[in-house]
């Protein structure tokens, strides 16, 4: 029942910290750009792409669909985090990259506890420890 709680959680406030990201790139476009362009990203065809791939990835992870499909969201998001944080430390900005700390820890969350809730289990989360250990 535990494992539940923790992957509904994870994956929602993961989900939110995604779309909400997208919402902003969104309204605030201008700012990200700069903050982008201070990371030294060409941000004018950067943007419209994030912008899909925020809303995409955690639709595909709440939606499953398809497990290939939502393995594949995991992997880009697990990427996108961490580059994003290393994107920020490497200009001396840490505090940048505590959104990408955060969820990078919910993405952790949410992946080793998908196959105690989700009908169709992924190949590659630990089905079996999760399950022991938890419950």
Do not use: C
């Given at each position: 029942?535990?494992?539940n709680?923790?992957?509904?959680?994870?994956?929602?406030?993961?989900?939110?910290?995604?779309?909400?990201?997208?919402?902003?790139?969104?309204?605030?476009?201008?700012?990200?750009?700069?903050?982008?362009?201070?990371?030294?990203y060409?941000?004018?065809?950067l943007?419209?792409?994030?912008?899909?791939?925020k809303?995409?990835?955690?639709?595909?992870?709440?939606?499953r669909?398809?497990?290939?499909l939502?393995?594949?969201?995991?992997?880009?998001?697990f990427?996108?985090?961490?580059?994003?944080?290393?994107a920020h430390?490497?200009?001396?900005?840490?505090?940048?990259?505590?959104?990408?700390?955060?969820?990078?820890i919910?993405?952790?969350?949410?992946?080793?506890?998908?196959?105690?809730v989700r009908e169709?289990?992924?190949?590659?989360?630990?089905?079996?420890?999760?399950?022991?250990?938890?419950?």
């Amino acid at each position: 029942m535990i494992v539940n709680y923790i992957y509904w959680i994870s994956t929602a406030l993961l989900s939110l910290l995604y779309f909400a990201s997208a919402a902003m790139y969104i309204a605030k476009g201008d700012y990200v750009r700069n903050a982008q362009a201070e990371l030294g990203y060409s941000a004018s065809h950067l943007v419209p792409l994030m912008i899909v791939v925020k809303v995409l990835g955690p639709a595909a992870i709440l939606w499953r669909y398809n497990v290939a499909l939502s393995e594949l969201a995991y992997a880009g998001m697990f990427y996108h985090l961490l580059l994003s944080a290393s994107a920020h430390l490497g200009v001396h900005k840490p505090k940048g990259a505590i959104p990408a700390a955060v969820g990078l820890i919910l993405l952790a969350a949410s992946f080793v506890t998908q196959n105690a809730v989700r009908e169709f289990p992924s190949p590659y989360a630990p089905a079996a420890i999760i399950q022991t250990t938890l419950e």
